[in-house]
């Protein structure tokens, strides 16, 4: 205590109470899991008015939409092909990120369809042929070699933690395993961030590390 304020561990009293938590809201994260409901609903729903209208998505955001929603591939129209879970290794700006920043910003924004179409995804590397570039290069070819696209069906995006497929806050924000377990779940924000705001790559499980000063997840072998 100094003076008539109580120091607390926050980051100890917002985990969920299965983690030794107090289960308090943490409103930054929080609020993370309620922007995201507009991404999903962009994402989903895309006959809406308002999804037309610019707006700058803050990079958390951003990052935690990619890992939460999956696209289950049709005509390849709605989906990013660098920044969207389309395939099993998640996006590939993040499974391929050498290959990535070999990309011009303008070639980044292709769907999946665009991207495809004569491997122009390959044609837009413009940066340096570095050994790992090139060797993401041929991960990710032969990852794409058989794909093909349903021209009669259109993308459709999945909420990736919910039974029904859809988005809730709560799916958002807490564990979605029973029992507190872990595998194939987890809380969204906490998935691909630690507290200092810096994202992580996408996982398929997690763990919480207790006693360390920022609170990370990573993957469980």
């Known amino acids: 205590m100094a ?10 009293v917002c985990r969920p109470t299965c983690f030794g938590g107090l289960g308090v809201l943490d409103l ?26 610019s707006a700058r998505l803050e990079k958390p955001v951003a990052a935690m939409a990619a890992v939460t929603m999956v696209v289950r591939l049709g005509d390849g129209e709605a989906g990013a092909f660098w920044y969207d879970s389309w395939l ?10 050498h290959l990535f920043r070999a990309i011009s910003r303008t070639d980044r924004k292709r769907t999946i369809k665009d991207a495809l179409m004569h ?44 039974a029904d497929d859809t988005y809730s806050a709560s799916s958002a ?18 998935q691909i961030l630690c507290l200092d705001g810096v994202a992580q790559p996408p996982l398929d499980s997690f763990k919480y590390f207790m006693g360390k000063p920022t609170i990370y997840l990573t993957l469980v072998t």
């Not at 003076?3 to 100890?12: D, F, N, Q, S």
């Open 173 to 190: 924000y807490y564990p979605a395993g029973s029992s507190g377990a872990l595998e194939g779940a987890g809380t969204a924000a906490r």
């Open 119 to 162: 491997n122009r995804w390959a044609s837009d590397i413009r940066g340096a042929l570095t050994t790992q570039v090139l060797c993401q290069y041929l991960q990710v070819w032969e990852m794409l070699r058989r794909m093909s696209l349903n021209p009669l069906q259109s993308d459709r995006f999945v909420w990736r933690w919910s």
């Open 88 to 97: 099993p290794v998640g996006p590939l700006c993040r499974h391929a990120p």
């Open 28 to 53: 930054r994260f929080f609020g993370y899991a309620l922007w995201l409901r507009w991404e999903w609903l962009r994402r989903a729903e895309p006959r809406r008015c308002w999804v037309t209208l």
């Open 3 to 12: 003076g008539c304020k109580c120091r607390l561990a926050w980051e100890t």
